[in-house]
């Protein structure tokens, strides 16, 4: 079967970093996606990793550990517009279709 | 480009009526998808289509149909709607296997009563 966990929610303060951790279990593996969704609006790819380690994107930084089912995004300097869900995502290969978790809501406060 | 659209935006449909959300996408993708998010939920993957007149089953399926005769196209056709189909329905592409992006159309909220 497929399990991803991830907080439900979580709140942070603008300019400070904060991390979003992403656990799963599932019967196949082929990468780890992060999406963000606003409020009423479509998701937007982030990030991937396929191999274990940290992959870094300006700001946004994701991490994978295969033997863990483990995962994590790190946001940096924090702003308001960040307050969002953010989506882990387990899938990619033949079909590259994703399996979801319910996503963490972020709210970022002044 | 326009990427991926879809119509119609908003749709309420009382029980037991049919209709048919339309997805577009103008990427030349291969691959396309129809997700359902019901409120405070992760998407939930309903069919998925690797190319033209090939289509298969996610993970929740029933109640929907769909067809692919087009790569541009992939209507997504509910049948006798009930009330447990309330979501909103988003469609999405990628270019093909591997680890690649996929593009998401802006969503069409349903609502059946």
């Keep these: 079967g497929q399990n991803i966990d991830q907080p439900t929610e979580m709140t942070a303060t603008e300019g400070a970093i904060v991390q979003i951790n992403c656990t799963y279990q599932t019967s196949g593996f082929n990468g780890l996606f992060w999406y963000q969704q606003h409020a009423g609006e479509a998701p937007t790819f982030l990030s991937y990793n396929v191999l274990d380690g940290l992959e870094e994107k300006g700001r946004f930084s994701s991490f994978l550990s295969r033997s863990k089912g483990y995962s994590y995004l790190l946001l940096k300097e924090l702003q308001m517009k960040d307050s969002a869900s953010y989506l882990c995502a387990v899938g990619g290969g033949a079909t590259n279709k994703l399996i979801f978790g319910t996503g963490t809501l972020l709210a970022v406060q002044p | ?113």
């Excluded at chain 2, 069919?47 to 090939?54: C, H, K, P, Q």
């Excluded at chain 2, 087009?70 to 979501?87: H, I, N």
């Excluded at chain 2, 909103?88 to 059946?112: D, K």
């Design chain 2, 1 to 113: 480009n326009a990427g991926v659209t879809q119509t119609p935006k908003f749709r309420i449909l009382k029980i037991g009526q049919s209709m048919t959300l339309q997805c577009t996408q103008d990427m030349n993708h291969n691959y396309m998808y129809w997700y359902r998010q019901d409120p405070g939920m992760g998407l939930k993957l309903i069919y998925y289509s690797v190319g033209a007149g090939i289509t298969d089953k996610g993970e929740v399926p029933n109640g929907y149909n769909v067809s692919r005769s087009t790569t541009e196209d992939f209507p997504l056709r509910l049948e006798l709607a009930a009330p447990s189909q309330t979501s909103v329905y988003f469609c999405a592409s990628s270019q093909g296997q591997g680890f690649n992006e996929q593009f998401f159309g802006p969503g069409t909220r349903l609502t059946v009563l």
